[in-house]
């Protein structure tokens, strides 16, 4: 079973389009994250829930939307698609234990083309 | 696959060796660290951790050293193994739950 999924692997898709990605934990972690990667290979975090509750929200256009509709899954919605949104999106999740995160695990990420 | 342009410090290393990628932090609040490994197509792929509290821990094969008097972080491979060429990424923690990315390393193992 894989531990972080994400769906779909590869998604091409024409600007102006809305378009989801989702992702499930089968991990029992209570916080879940969006990381985008860039042609650079560079890693960003965009988001996090913690237990359903947005705790981390980074300077990401408001195209962009997450919900977490319960702790095991975290998707993520574009709204009027650019072409600087081509990256590679990849979910993650973590467990918190006496305030600590442990356990922080990658999905193998969605590759997103905007045409 | 990997973009056109892309150029990433590239570590060379002779299979059965050992590899040091070293990695330099920015934020002296950060107090924890994690190395990951990726390779092509796939998701960073968790190798060791240390925390603020520790300046060394081993696994199978890889040790991390932290040395934050000046905010540097090293992953030691022993005995470099084909499987061992990805890209490795340090990361830091400067707040609860987010992780800052290095630029990645590339490890070229050569037979």
């Known amino acids: 079973d894989t531990a972080v999924s994400q769906t779909p692997k590869y998604l091409v898709t024409q600007m102006g389009n809305d378009k989801s990605i989702k992702c499930e934990q089968n991990l029992g972690h209570d916080t879940m994250y969006w990381y985008k990667q860039d042609s650079k290979k560079f890693l960003k975090i965009m988001f996090s829930y913690n237990n359903k509750e947005l705790i981390i929200n980074e300077t990401v256009p408001n195209r962009f939307s997450p919900k977490s509709p319960d702790k095991a899954h975290l998707n993520l919605h574009i709204n009027s698609l650019e072409l600087g949104d081509s990256a590679v999106y990849f979910c993650?999740?973590?467990?918190?234990?006496?305030?600590?995160?442990?356990?922080?695990?990658f999905g193998s990420g969605t590759r997103l083309t905007v045409v | 696959g990997e973009s056109v342009g892309l150029h990433l410090p590239t570590l060379s290393v002779q299979e059965g060796d050992n590899s040091i990628i070293n990695c330099a932090y920015s934020n002296s609040a950060s107090d924890y660290f994690i190395w990951y490994k990726q390779e092509s197509g796939k998701g960073p792929q968790f190798i060791i951790d240390?925390?603020?509290?520790?300046d060394k821990r081993q696994g199978q094969r890889v040790t991390v050293l932290l040395n934050k008097t000046v905010k540097h972080l090293s992953l030691q491979i022993a005995a470099t193994q084909p499987g061992d060429s990805a890209v490795y990424f340090c990361a830091e923690s400067p707040s609860w739950g987010k992780l800052q990315f290095g630029a990645g390393t590339q490890v070229v193992v050569t037979p």
């Open positions: 993650a999740s973590s467990q918190t234990r006496g305030g600590l995160v442990y356990g922080y695990t």
């Open positions: 240390i925390r603020s509290n520790m």
